[in-house]
């Protein structure tokens, strides 16, 4: 296989675009020379920790680099943490994730890995799991790779460090976690891994268990985390400021037309392929006032709905946009459902159980969120306001339900004689 070699200025620029911090810059230069000359590929490990199956737009971050090394002729060493999922990983927060069944791993695993392939190039991965090695572990296994490392290098990890000042519990596997990562870049051979910038420590642990196992130490991409919807914190399913790579175009559109004007810029770079010259105009445009934000919005979610979907879809979903947003206008196309409720010939009218009717048309999945979304005042019916949980309605008539400001379907009410 021939590889190809960044000697360029601009491959290199492309490798280094969107990246938050490279270690070591230099050394890395000299390994993709090497390959080049060699024509044997780098490895690039990427682990993940399959504790929940879907994926989002962060994870696309680095993701979309693998693709470009993997273009270059590379090979992505995909990392399944089966073992690793189990004990929980506070990875900067400040708790710790729950242990998961063997079951539960694989099925997360089986669609992250679907949806990990919609990105990343399947022929060029090679795909392991930790239960491989980890499997075999014994405890002789364990006390020499804990030897490797003292409890005052780990105490330096910035969220272990806060916790123990602030006096909150660090589970003895917590400290595991790191050392077993690193592990996983022993048995794989790293060449380079990646990871978000909040891996750092991790990814150095395993730098440094290389170099002490006789290996060449592996080169650090990492990579800048993703702000969610909610302009504040980092893009995350549990957090509900998430873009799903597999939601529906409409949906996916509508989620980027929603995000603050602050990150329209670092959502073009991180997640599109526009051109450098491209992404300094819109810089300026917006530093100027130049260019109204929805207009650039509008490329930005034409962009990446097209990346996951096709470019029919995402102008699709724009122009329903407009005509929903815009417009004020319910769309044209909305599923319809029927609904049977109790009710005698000649009843002028019915009393109509909200939560059971959002379920009917599966506009949530439990009565539990019905009734959160209407005290939350995000439910219209025919265009108006309902703040009740059961209310009247005219006997075989036809209401529309808006619920918040994505979600339609129409209702036919059918009445049924009591016996």
Not at 24 to 29: C, P, V
Not at 124 to 138: A, L, N, P, Y
Not at 149 to 165: E, G, I, N, P, S
Not at 374 to 386: P, T, Y
Request: hydrophobic content about 40%; some cysteine.
């Amino acid at each position: 296989m021939s590889i190809k070699t960044p000697s360029d200025s601009d491959t290199w620029k492309l490798l280094k675009k969107g990246v938050a911090e490279i270690i070591s810059e230099l050394e890395l230069q000299r390994m993709l020379k090497a390959s080049a000359e060699t024509g044997k590929p780098l490895r690039l490990k990427q682990g993940f920790d399959p504790s929940r199956p879907d994926i989002h737009l962060g994870h696309v971050v680095g993701l979309r680099k693998l693709r470009q090394f993997q273009e270059m002729g590379h090979t992505v060493v995909l990392i399944v943490g089966d073992w690793t999922a189990q004990i929980g990983d506070p990875s900067g927060e400040s708790v710790t994730r729950p242990m998961l069944s063997a079951d539960e791993v694989r099925v997360n695993a089986r669609t992250y890995m679907e949806q990990f392939f919609k990105v990343v190039d399947r022929a060029k991965t090679e795909v392991r799991w930790q239960s491989e090695w980890f499997g075999k572990f014994d405890l002789s296994q364990v006390i020499r790779l804990t030897s490797k490392f003292t409890v005052a290098q780990f105490l330096a990890r910035d969220d272990f460090a806060k916790r123990y000042q602030s006096g909150r519990p660090i589970a003895i596997t917590e400290l595991l976690y790191p050392l077993l990562q690193a592990y996983d870049s022993v048995v794989v051979q790293s060449d380079v891994e990646f990871g978000g910038i909040d891996q750092k420590f991790n990814c150095l642990v395993g730098r440094e268990l290389q170099a002490i196992e006789g290996q060449r130490p592996q080169q650090v991409f990492l990579m800048p985390l993703l702000v969610g919807r909610d302009g504040k914190q980092k893009m995350s399913k549990s957090l509900g400021n998430y873009i799903g790579i597999t939601e529906p175009p409409e949906e996916m559109y509508g989620k980027v037309m929603s995000i603050p004007d602050h990150l329209i810029l670092p959502y073009f770079e991180l997640v599109t392929d526009i051109s450098d010259n491209d992404l300094t105009k819109i810089g300026r445009d917006l530093e100027s006032k130049t260019v109204n934000p929805m207009e650039l919005k509008k490329q930005l979610a034409r962009e990446i709905a097209g990346q996951f979907h096709t470019p029919q879809a995402a102008l699709e979903a724009q122009a329903a946009f407009e005509t929903t947003f815009q417009r004020r206008q319910v769309p044209e196309n909305i599923p319809e459902f029927v609904l049977s409720l109790p009710g005698g010939t000649g009843t002028d009218s019915l009393s109509l159980d909200i939560p059971q009717a959002l379920l009917a048309t599966r506009m949530v999945k439990s009565r539990g969120e019905a009734r959160r979304l209407i005290a939350q005042g995000a439910l219209k019916i025919d265009g108006k306001s309902v703040g009740q949980e059961t209310i009247p309605v005219p006997a075989d008539s036809a209401l529309t339900i808006t619920l918040g400001k994505r979600r339609f379907a129409r209702l036919k009410l059918v009445s049924v004689p009591q016996k």
